[in-house]
């Protein structure tokens, strides 16, 4: 059975995008940078919702074109592109590179990928993360925890009708007082 990973960059107020979606304060490090190439390069499958992969899409799989384009960024959106997705949405009609588009109940479909062997899943986008933390589907949380607070937008948890416990697996520092934290599911 696979594992699947919720990580995302968080403000310390618990947000994963400030209003009107930005994210302009979870610019990272090159250290931070390498550790989340490192991780897309070892993810077996990521799962997208639409918000997500609309950024995500727009930018990665041409980012090693661009002018200016350091070696890490090529190598990120190299990996980018080989790393198989599923995008979870009702309104995308269309996706590529190395994705397939998933229109229907996400939670039978994370359940049904979660069983297969074929190496880690990595759940991304909060509102996609929000139905499979109700579910219980998530193994790991990895919040990447930004010296910010932005007062508000997408936060990273969403309501939960039971509380979930966690154990705190691995902590980590990074430039900038950015700090990893991951925690395991205890079921």
Known sequence: MRTLTFALNASVDGYVAAPGDDLGWSVPSDELFHWWSD???ATGLALY???LWDT???HWPTAD????????????????????????????????WNTRLVTGDAVAEISR????????????????AAAAMRAGLIDEYVIVTHPVLVGGGT????????????SLEETRTFPGGVV??????SR
């Open 155 to 166: 936060p990273f948890f969403t309501a939960l009708d039971n509380g979930v416990n966690l």
């Open 180 to 185: 990893l934290t991951r925690y395991g599911t």
């Open 39 to 41: 991780r897309v390069g």
């Open 49 to 51: 919702g639409r918000r």
């Open 65 to 96: 074109q661009q002018p200016g384009a350091t070696p890490a960024r090529i190598e990120y959106a190299r990996r980018w592109r080989a790393m198989p997705k599923v995008v979870f949405s009702s309104s995308t009609s269309t996706v590529d």
């Open 56 to 58: 995500m899409s727009s």
């Open 113 to 128: 990928l979660k069983a297969d062997d074929d190496g880690a899943m990595d759940i991304g986008g909060a509102t996609l």
